[in-house]
T-cell receptor, first 117, second 113 residues
Framework: EAGVAQSPRYKIIEKRQSVAFWCNPI?????LYWYQQILGQGPKLLIQ????????DSQLPKDRFSAERLKGVDSTLKIQPAKLEDSAVYLC???????????????FGEGSRLTVL | KQEVTQIPAALSVPEGENLVLNCSFT??????LQWFRQDPGKGLTSLLL?????REQTSGRLNASLDKSSGRSTLYIAASQPGDSATYLC????????????FGSGTRLLVRP
């Protein structure tokens, strides 16, 4: 079974530029998550999708970050304009579904490492 | 607000030792707790998932326990090997409307040959 796919693995940009990350979840997984992991910290949830609807985006800096999940499968996360503090690893994860019927187990991709200069 | 703490932040042990990693959380109203492993430059690999009704889960040399009432979980690694060197993260899923995972900052483990 293929895992969660992410690209690009690495990206270096100047501040104020834009960047986009792509994620393809495990086949059949209805729930998709984007996490931000700053060096030395645990991951922090940015946005959670159930199919193509947003469940939670309370910690997404909406003035510069946007995400979409068209057709309820793959997803893109965009940052525009980037700031120095956006340097982090952006992790995508998926699970079968959210809610009480879900086992709750998340499966993560390899992550996209962003460096903002 | 749920907070997850992992102590110690870093640990170095000689090969063959049995070791315990600790995770504590402030709110016992959780749906489940999950332990992950993260190798440098890599994503997270799920190790064990414990539902709130369970006390422990085992996989090979790993055993995770959960004491929900005291807000604690431990990850026990038996007969450690250099290949176990990684960062270990625990995360809880609170019983609220979002069901989102709250992570600790991790314990960075080094197993010396």
């Amino acid at each position: 079974e293929a895992g969660v796919a992410q690209s690009p693995r690495y990206k270096i940009i100047e501040k104020r530029q834009s960047v986009a990350f792509w994620c393809n979840p495990i086949s059949g997984h209805a729930t998709l998550y984007w996490y931000q992991q700053i060096l030395g910290q645990g991951p922090k949830l940015l946005i959670q999708f159930q199919n193509n609807g947003v469940v939670d985006d309370s910690q997404l800096p909406k003035d510069r970050f946007s995400a979409e999940r068209l057709k309820g499968v793959d997803s893109t996360l965009k940052i525009q304009p980037a700031k120095l503090e956006d340097s982090a690893v952006y992790l995508c994860a998926s699970s079968l579904r959210s809610g009480a019927l879900n086992t709750g187990e998340l499966f993560f991709g390899e992550g996209s490492r962003l460096t903002v200069l | 607000k749920q907070e997850v703490t992992q102590i110690p932040a870093a640990l170095s042990v000689p090969e063959g030792e049995n070791l315990v990693l600790n995770c504590s959380f402030t709110d016992s109203a959780i749906y489940n707790l999950q332990w992950f492993r993260q190798d440098p430059g890599k994503g997270l690999t799920s190790l064990l998932l414990i539902q709130s009704s369970q006390r422990e889960q085992t996989s090979g040399r790993l055993n995770a326990s959960l004491d929900k009432s005291s807000g604690r979980s431990t990850l026990y690694i038996a007969a450690s090997q250099p290949g176990d060197s990684a960062t270990y993260l625990c995360a809880v899923r609170p019983v609220d409307s979002s069901y989102k995972l709250i992570f600790g900052s991790g314990t960075r483990l080094l197993v010396r040959p």
